[in-house]
């Protein structure tokens, strides 16, 4: 029994290169499923990305806290090699050989696709909760916040000084927005033409939750990662600076 | 040399979200301003240049295309330490909100594609 907990304890000391190995044997299984199963239609890194994400479900069930699978102490790695220390560092890395042309000519169509993308999902954010009943300027601003990122939600609700109870609505909303683009990006990919650098572009643009963008073109086309990427790192920026105060204040005079 | 390949790439991601940092300050929010963005124009340019005016070898570039091949297993894990139990519990409202932003700027991408074409 002594021998079985020291062989624990390598995998929880080791929490990232374990987090390798059972990174490298979700996508070995990914692809086997993806070949047997669609003959390889399906792309592996989506399935991958989707039994990750049922796994997160499983681990959040079991343990209670909030980083999914990571929160069981054997699978902590997971926490660092997804973070995004490492995530940032390689979407980085994907703009190694980036056509620059393709960002000059999609350059204005990106940054508009910027503007378009918050503005869009604040007010359906702030419909919903208007809808279901919510009147002051603060709520109905904090839950826009949250479906334009997970991340404006709470800095927006911080700033506005939101309630604990519609603080936690706008995170979940930001967090289901990501999962669904996650997801739903290779299913729709096809019916929008995003298959080509200038509709990334704009796709990160109007999606703008990176870890949304950087999971749903992994499972689309690698190729298009920097692209759709490159404008989705604008967007949380943006989003911290208009909803608060500018949208913040339209919402308050209508 | 390998390392020459990610010391680049960390040299560019770091100036990259001190530039993000900077403008978020200079703006004043919270918040780091387009880092990564700056960091991929800075690793595209500063590669160019070596690229052309030193010799930037095959295996120096192997220290940066490791890191973009790792890339979708990082993501992976990502999606694994998702907080998937909150967007499950955050009722019709989180639901439909993200659902809705979702679904309605898919149908606007291939609007947009068209201008300035």
């Not at chain 2, 990259?16 to 880092?35: R, T």
């Not at chain 2, 500063?46 to 993501?75: D, H, M, R």
Request: with cysteine.
């Amino acid at each position: 029994m002594m021998f079985l907990s020291s062989v624990e304890s390598i995998f929880i000391t080791n929490g990232v290169i374990t987090a390798f190995l059972f990174v490298g044997l979700i996508i070995w299984f990914s692809y086997f499923l993806s070949n047997k199963l669609t003959k390889g239609k399906f792309h592996g890194s989506a399935i991958a990305i989707i039994i990750g994400l049922i796994l997160a479900y499983i681990g959040g069930k079991i343990t209670g806290g909030s980083k999914g699978l990571a929160d069981i102490t054997i699978f902590s790695g997971l926490a660092i090699l997804g973070g995004s220390m490492f995530r940032d560092f390689a979407i980085v890395a994907t703009a190694y050989g980036l056509d620059t042309k393709e960002l000059k000519k999609a350059g204005l169509a990106g940054i508009l696709s910027l503007f378009i993308g918050v503005i869009l999902s604040f007010t359906i954010g702030a419909c919903v909760a208007i809808f279901y009943g919510y009147q002051d300027a603060i709520s109905i601003t904090t839950i826009g916040a949250g479906t334009v990122t997970f991340l404006v939600g709470p800095v927006t609700g911080t700033a506005l000084g939101a309630s604990s109870e519609v603080m936690a609505l706008s995170i979940a909303a930001g967090i289901i927005k990501s999962i669904l683009v996650m997801v739903t990006t290779p299913l729709f990919a096809p019916f929008v033409g995003l298959n080509n650098p200038r509709s990334a572009l704009i796709y990160g643009g109007l999606m703008g939750t990176n870890s949304g963008v950087a999971a749903g073109l992994a499972a689309t086309d690698p190729k298009l990662v920097p692209y759709g990427a490159m404008t989705a790192t604008f967007y949380t920026g943006l989003g911290c600076l208009i909803v608060p105060t500018l949208l913040f204040l339209i919402v308050s005079l209508l | 040399m390998v390392i020459y390949g990610v010391a680049l790439l960390a040299f560019s991601f770091l100036l990259g979200l001190i530039l993000g940092e900077l403008f978020g300050y200079l703006l004043g929010i919270d918040a780091n301003l387009g880092g990564v963005g700056f960091a991929m124009l800075i690793l595209i340019f500063l590669s160019n240049y070596l690229k052309v005016n030193l010799n930037f070898g095959e295996i120096s570039e192997k220290g940066i295309t490791f890191w973009s091949a790792i890339y979708i297993p990082i993501v992976v894990a990502m999606a694994a330490k998702q907080n998937v139990i909150a967007a499950v519990d955050g009722g019709m409202i989180a639901i439909l909100g993200g659902g809705l932003a979702v679904f309605i700027s898919f149908l606007i991408i291939p609007l947009l594609s068209k201008i300035g074409k």
